[in-house]
């Protein structure tokens, strides 16, 4: 694996932001804080980049850089987590099918006490009572 370097250098330290520039003329600040006082504080940093296998960066150099295997949990929380989803949906499945459809019409239970089932047994016996009356009169 090639070892890139790379450098960055700032000469100003701007005082209201906190960011460094070489340029104070193109700097703008993103703040809206009391103007404060630009220095002169010269910085060079030296990076080698980031490694290729975990993608992190190097540091100063390569020796002291050790990856982190990264792991698998994340991976494994999410398959975890859609196999709980898909357990709870075949047992919702399930339990569709295994209820048998009520139509309330057809209800033959007295007893049932299903809200639907209710009115229609007592919307039946208004409808027999009120033919029995018009029969009666006619």
Avoid: W
């Avoid at 703008?28 to 980031?50: D, F, H, L």
């Avoid at 099918?97 to 919307?123: F, M, V």
């Avoid at 016996?125 to 009169?137: F, H, K, M, P, V």
């Amino acid at each position: 694996m090639p070892l890139k370097i790379r450098v960055k250098g700032s000469l100003f330290h701007c005082g209201r932001c906190g960011k460094r520039h070489s340029n104070p003329l193109g700097h703008v600040c993103q703040v809206t804080r009391p103007a404060g006082r630009m220095t002169v504080r010269p910085e060079v940093t030296v990076s080698t980049g980031t490694c290729g296998r975990c993608g992190k960066p190097r540091g100063r150099g390569p020796l002291g850089h050790v990856c982190t295997g990264g792991g698998d949990f994340a991976r494994r929380a999410a398959a975890e987590k859609k196999a709980v989803t898909a357990r709870k949906r075949a047992a919702a499945a399930a339990a569709r099918q295994a209820r048998p459809k009520h139509e309330y019409a057809r209800c033959k239970d007295t007893g049932c006490e299903r809200a639907a089932c209710q009115a229609y047994r007592e919307g039946v016996a208004d409808g027999l009572e009120l033919a029995a009356a018009a029969e009666s009169r006619s």
